[in-house]
């Protein structure tokens, strides 16, 4: 959540559009949202070559922009107050294939990182937010705390691919890392894999445990 907590600052860049798309059905701006969201992982699993890196590029651009379609559903359903469960439902089930094809595109391709490496992220990512949600659906707060939210992976998913192209024409796109007798080697995509696969699970513990304390909570105050 080090980035979630911090939408209302980009506010500034939804208001304006919103306004002018008042009458646009805001579930309309999810699908087109979903639809860059696909493009963008097929656009990585087809960078996955030497000759094809550049595509991370395209795909780098394709997540910051379904990621602000997906941001603009949400400000056009409060302005136009047209906010309703379906279509928060909707918006929940779509971030969710989203972030499958986002990430899913780097890690099973088989280039830029180990498919089970891959996994594990994609583990995380889906925990996390089902651990947000399900907290609601139990009679708990619903739940964005934690270590790694969407606002973070949608930043990352873009950032990283731009950083490995950059370090690539540096000839640092990839780098061996040797500790004692153990040689490896890495690149910065498989970084942020790494980074989702670990911090995203230790963010769907951290739920667990702040949605566990959250009813025991709810219990006493019953009791009271």
């Not at 911090?6 to 309309?28: C, E, G």
């Not at 928060?88 to 490496?117: E, K, Q, S, T």
């Not at 891959?118 to 996390?128: C, D, K």
């Amino acid at each position: 959540m080090v980035l979630d907590g911090q939408r209302a600052r980009v506010d500034f860049l939804l208001a304006p559009v919103a306004r002018k798309f008042i009458n646009v059905n805001p579930n309309t701006v999810s699908w087109i949202g979903l639809i860059i969201a696909v493009l963008s992982g097929v656009v990585f699993y087809l960078s996955g070559d030497s000759d094809r890196e550049w595509l991370l590029l395209v795909g780098a651009a394709l997540v910051i922009i379904s990621g602000y379609f997906d941001a603009l559903d949400g400000k056009i359903a409060k302005l136009g107050n047209k906010c309703s469960a379906k279509g928060d439902y909707l918006d929940h089930v779509f971030d969710r294939y989203a972030d499958i094809f986002m990430i899913g595109g780097i890690a099973c391709c088989g280039y830029w990182c180990n498919p089970y490496l891959g996994m594990a992220a994609l583990v995380g990512v889906l925990l996390t937010s089902y651990m947000g949600t399900q907290a609601q659906a139990i009679g708990a707060p619903r739940l964005y705390a934690g270590f790694l939210g969407r606002a973070d992976r949608v930043v990352l998913s873009t950032l990283f691919p731009i950083i490995q192209i950059v370090m690539s024409a540096f000839e640092l796109g990839w780098f061996d890392i040797e500790i004692g007798s153990w040689a490896f080697t890495l690149n910065w995509l498989e970084i942020m894999i790494l980074w989702f696969a670990v911090v995203g699970n230790l963010t769907a513990i951290q739920r667990a445990i702040i949605t566990w304390k959250n009813l025991g909570k709810m219990e006493q105050e019953k009791k009271e």
